[in-house]
T-cell receptor, first 116, second 112 residues
């Protein structure tokens, strides 16, 4: 299957700081990137969808100015949590897509963000 | 909107078969998926099935799809303690451009 990496895997930061999460699709071109958030003991919630070279589309209730998404290349997308607060503590997971995988959909290993 | 429902918990003994059930509401679902998530890890794609199929088998895993009843199941044969995890059912309603809709996950606990 597709190889997807995320960096960092775990981050702890102080309230008010910004954190950047990188997602790389290592062996196929991700024309679309889905970013999810998962709170403890809950399912994945879609935050936004980005297409390479264009602005991301955010789900209702997700602040685009707080969660900045950049998808400048077909192998890299970044999610920046700006001015993080404790309620932003969560597990963030990316999922690249190029609609050529005959249905396969792979996910990154996730980034655990803890805001103190 | 689309909805995917799963039972929250299943407990089995090692060596038994496990069956995890899922129902969905979107009649236009094209692909249906099963993912495994271990503590602190991302989602591992176990298997997926195209909506025109009734069954798919891959080693210890068997997926059954009843499209009329919108019911999907995952059977794990000879369940091992390493199979203990949360299993997510998900559906996609187009040819591959849209996101997946997930169920809340079923926690499978395998006891020795």
């Amino acid at each position: 299957g597709a190889v997807v990496s995320q960096h960092p895997s775990r981050v702890i930061c102080k309230s008010g700081t910004s954190v950047k999460i990188e997602c790389r699709s290592l062996d196929f071109q991700a024309t679309t990137m889905f970013w999810y958030r998962q709170f403890p003991k809950q399912s994945l919630m879609l935050m936004a969808t980005s297409n390479e070279g264009s602005k991301a589309t955010y789900e209702q209730g997700v602040e685009k100015d707080k969660f900045l998404i950049n998808h400048a290349s077909l192998t890299l997308s970044t999610l920046t949590v700006t001015s993080a607060h404790p309620e932003d503590s969560s597990f963030y997971i990316c999922s690249p897509n190029n609609a050529k995988g005959a249905g396969e959909q792979f996910f990154g290993p996730g980034t655990r963000l803890t805001v103190l | 909107g689309e909805d995917v429902e799963q039972s929250l918990f299943l407990s089995v003994r090692e060596g038994d078969s496990s069956v995890i059930n899922c129902t969905y509401t979107d009649s236009s679902s094209t692909y249906l998926y099963w993912y495994k998530q271990e503590p602190g890890a991302g989602l591992q794609l176990l298997t997926y099935i195209f909506s025109n199929m009734d069954m798919k088998q891959d080693q210890r895993l068997t997926v059954l799809l009843n499209k009329k009843d919108k019911h999907l199941s995952l059977r794990i044969a000879d369940t091992q303690t390493g199979d203990s995890a949360i299993y997510f059912c998900a559906e996609r309603s187009d040819s591959g451009y849209s996101t997946l809709t997930f169920g809340k996950g079923t926690m499978l606990l395998v006891s020795p």
